[in-house]
């Protein structure tokens, strides 16, 4: 099948199957390797960076990515050939144990799971989308919950929070804990209390009769543009952290600070809010899709990317 043919049919798929998903972006010539099958091609890139990096706080050092498109009356055929032939790249990384082959799809278009399962790859990340009115269900608010923005003096707190969310999240593979990441969270962390955007402040706190007890981090435009080609609106959110500390969960204090978040977002005038969350996370998975979120696209990966 002639690659317009099969472009033109993977997008009228994709409609169909979700209308927020974005037209598919076309490949910039000269990018990555493509791969070909009947009825399918694909684009094979791969980044590096440094142990160093503060990237690596949230990423394998070595990452392969697929993109797909798929067309013919089973799209899961060529997806299996694709596959089978991307294993050919992806075994120069058999000496790399810090890598991971990545595979991101629109979650409804779920053609190819079984394929992806069958070559060793799990459903590890999800984007969510929540489109602005979305009524979402939780506890009744919680007496004495208090929301404020994040000030200096909350550094310590803050970074104590995010370190027992990174130790959570790593048992789920969507971060690997690093050696020297306390610094390295300290410094973004004490950027992030003095960032404001479209005038409101990135980091808010929430605490109970005067203890903070958890926080959350939103992105408004200008700086949640980058979330833009994920989905078809116009004004994107990003809800980049929400996080509880231990002791509280379950009580509420979750809820206050999503609602929070959500008047925000709905202040400014956003269509739709974005977040990152791990599939096999039992705290977070429930929580997000009573807030009013529900998948958009599903990061498949294998860790580490070279199979056997
Ligand atoms: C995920 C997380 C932020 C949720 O915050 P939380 O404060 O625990 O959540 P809440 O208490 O506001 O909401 C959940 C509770 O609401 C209640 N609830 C949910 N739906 C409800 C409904 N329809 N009616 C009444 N109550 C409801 C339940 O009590 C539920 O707790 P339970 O399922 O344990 O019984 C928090 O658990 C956390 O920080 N987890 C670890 C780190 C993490 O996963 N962070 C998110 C990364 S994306």
């Not at 050919?88 to 991101?104: F, G, H, N, Y």
Request: proline content about 7%; overall charge negative; aromatic content about 6%.
């Amino acid at each position: 099948m002639d690659i317009d043919v099969i472009v033109a049919e993977h997008t009228k798929r994709l409609a169909a199957a979700d209308a927020l998903l974005p037209k598919p972006q076309s490949w910039a010539p000269g990018e990555g390797t493509r791969l070909s099958a009947r009825d399918g091609v694909a684009l094979a890139t791969r980044s590096r960076i440094a142990a160093g990096a503060r990237e690596a706080l949230w990423r394998p050092l070595t990452e392969y990515q697929l993109d797909v498109r798929l067309a013919g009356a089973d799209p899961g055929v060529p997806l299996g050939a694709l596959l089978a032939e991307w294993e050919e790249l992806l075994s120069e990384a058999a000496d790399e144990p810090d890598s991971a082959a990545a595979v991101t799809r629109p979650s409804r278009d779920t053609v190819g799971c079984a394929e992806l399962l069958r070559h060793g790859f799990s459903p590890t990340r999800v984007l969510a989308v929540r489109p602005a009115d979305r009524l979402g269900s939780g506890p009744p608010a919680v007496p004495g919950v208090r929301i404020r923005r994040a000030e200096p003096a909350d550094l310590n707190t803050l970074v104590r929070l995010r370190l027992e969310l990174r130790r959570y999240d790593a048992q789920f593979a969507v971060v690997t804990l690093r050696p020297g990441e306390e610094r390295v969270l300290t410094d973004a962390t004490r950027e992030l209390i003095g960032t404001v955007s479209s005038g409101v402040p990135a980091l808010w706190i929430a605490e109970l009769y005067g203890k903070p007890l958890g926080f959350v981090h939103v992105q408004l435009p200008p700086r949640s543009d980058w979330a833009g080609e994920y989905v078809a609106a116009e004004r994107v959110g990003y809800l980049a952290v929400l996080h509880v500390a231990e002791e509280a969960r379950s009580t509420g204090v979750g809820t206050a600070l999503a609602g929070h978040a959500h008047q925000l977002f709905d202040e400014e005038g956003i269509e739709a809010v974005l977040l990152h969350h791990a599939l096999a996370n039992p705290r977070s998975t429930p929580f997000w899709y009573a807030q009013g979120y529900r998948p958009l696209w599903t990061t498949w990966y294998r860790h580490p990317a070279a199979r056997g």
